[in-house]
């Protein structure tokens, strides 16, 4: 099988190629870079199976040859991006989404959309179902990626139900692991980084605000169970073991062993107080949970960070 995974430079959208050539698949990533970084492929250029096209997927999506599924990744996901480039997050979201949809009903593949937990906004309910229809405010510094996120959920299912695409979409929860970008603002590098340099960590608010951290291996078990499932409607994947942001910035401290203090500030516009998955439909469709520990996948992160620092 061939399979094109948009956003294949970044973060998730990487280790995503990695795990579909262990599997044996074809993979084509296609990514502009925008935020996905070329290092992060870098050991596959070679790789008889692996290709890499540098195209920006929403102005089109040309792929030569047959294509048996599409994964589409492709999207600025970090808190800075949302003010750095609003625009380009929601031409992804809006035209990325269509070309990639058109590819696979050009090709006759099947299709998985990545989306978020961020669909929820700043949840009512906790934890978040899929029956769940969020809590976002359309018009705030956030809206650019929940909305996007929203619309290509939308135009996913419009495209199974009118076309008779056969589609899939992951909702993903806050993921984290080695390849993410230091400075790109989500919570985990940030802390990493400035506990590892002797820093002071930055809490918004009283950091009492929870999250879920799935760690990526265990996310892209989820995501390649997804795609081998006949399952159209979304599918929650994360880790339900909710923490608080400062109990986070404690763990990573002393994982560390940082002398690192904490910081407070302002919280920003719309940061959701809440985010935990309800992963039952996972569980009951794709027999999946998450295995592996925040404490586990905290140190394993450290070390990725601690060898792109130089730091012993």
Same mark, same amino acid.
């Given at each position: 099988?061939?399979?094109?995974?948009?956003?294949?430079?970044?973060?998730?959208?990487?280790?995503?190629?990695?795990?579909?050539?262990?599997?044996?698949?074809?993979?084509?990533?296609?990514?502009?870079?925008?935020?996905?970084?070329?290092?992060?492929?870098?050991?596959?250029?070679?790789?008889?199976?692996?290709?890499?096209?540098?195209?920006?997927?929403?102005?089109?999506?040309?792929?030569?040859?047959?294509?048996?599924?599409?994964?589409?990744?492709?999207?600025?996901?970090?808190?800075?991006?949302?003010?750095?480039?609003?625009?380009?997050?929601?031409?992804?979201?809006?035209?990325?989404?269509?070309?990639?949809?058109?590819?696979?009903?050009?090709?006759?593949?099947?299709?998985?959309?990545?989306?978020?937990?961020?669909?929820?906004?700043?949840?009512?309910?906790?934890?978040?179902?899929?029956?769940?229809?969020?809590?976002?405010?359309?018009?705030?510094?956030?809206?650019?990626?929940?909305?996007?996120?929203?619309?290509?959920?939308?135009?996913?299912?419009?495209?199974?139900?009118?076309?008779?695409?056969?589609?899939?979409?992951?909702?993903?929860?806050?993921?984290?692991?080695?390849?993410?970008?230091?400075?790109?603002?989500?919570?985990?590098?940030?802390?990493?980084?400035?506990?590892?340099? /002797?820093?002071?960590?930055?809490?918004?608010?009283?950091?009492?605000?929870?999250?879920?951290?799935?760690?990526?291996?265990?996310?892209?078990?989820?995501?390649?169970?997804?795609?081998?499932?006949?399952?159209?409607?979304?599918?929650?994947?994360?880790?339900?073991?909710?923490?608080?942001?400062?109990?986070?910035?404690?763990?990573?401290?002393?994982?560390?062993?940082?002398?690192?203090?904490?910081?407070?500030?302002?919280?920003?516009?719309?940061?959701?107080?809440?985010?935990?998955?309800?992963?039952?439909?996972?569980?009951?469709?794709?027999?999946?949970?998450?295995?592996?520990?925040?404490?586990?996948?905290?140190?394993?992160?450290?070390?990725?960070?601690?060898?792109?620092? /130089?730091?012993?």
């Amino acid at each position: 099988m061939r399979v094109v995974v948009t956003g294949g430079a970044g973060f998730l959208g990487s280790h995503l190629c990695d795990r579909l050539l262990a599997d044996g698949y074809q993979v084509v990533a296609a990514d502009n870079l925008i935020t996905g970084r070329k290092i992060n492929i870098s050991h596959n250029l070679e790789h008889k199976k692996f290709s890499y096209l540098h195209t920006d997927v929403s102005e089109s999506i040309k792929i030569d040859g047959p294509v048996d599924f599409v994964m589409h990744l492709a999207s600025p996901a970090s808190p800075i991006d949302f003010e750095r480039i609003p625009i380009q997050i929601l031409k992804v979201g809006a035209m990325g989404t269509y070309n990639a949809l058109n590819l696979a009903e050009s090709k006759g593949a099947g299709f998985l959309l990545a989306s978020t937990s961020e669909v929820y906004g700043d949840p009512l309910v906790n934890p978040q179902p899929e029956s769940y229809w969020g809590n976002v405010n359309p018009i705030g510094i956030r809206g650019v990626y929940d909305e996007a996120k929203r619309f290509s959920e939308a135009l996913t299912m419009a495209y199974n139900r009118k076309q008779g695409l056969d589609t899939r979409i992951i909702r993903i929860f806050n993921t984290y692991g080695p390849r993410m970008r230091p400075g790109d603002g989500r919570v985990a590098p940030s802390f990493i980084t400035k506990a590892l340099s /002797g820093k002071p960590l930055v809490i918004f608010g009283k950091g009492q605000q929870t999250r879920s951290f799935c760690y990526y291996k265990d996310l892209l078990e989820g995501m390649i169970r997804l795609m081998a499932s006949s399952e159209h409607q979304p599918v929650n994947i994360g880790n339900e073991n909710e923490i608080t942001i400062l109990e986070l910035a404690k763990t990573i401290i002393r994982l560390c062993n940082s002398k690192s203090e904490i910081i407070f500030q302002t919280l920003p516009e719309d940061d959701p107080q809440l985010r935990r998955p309800d992963t039952t439909r996972a569980r009951q469709i794709l027999d999946w949970e998450a295995k592996i520990s925040l404490e586990e996948g905290m140190k394993q992160t450290i070390e990725y960070f601690k060898a792109c620092s /130089g730091i012993n």
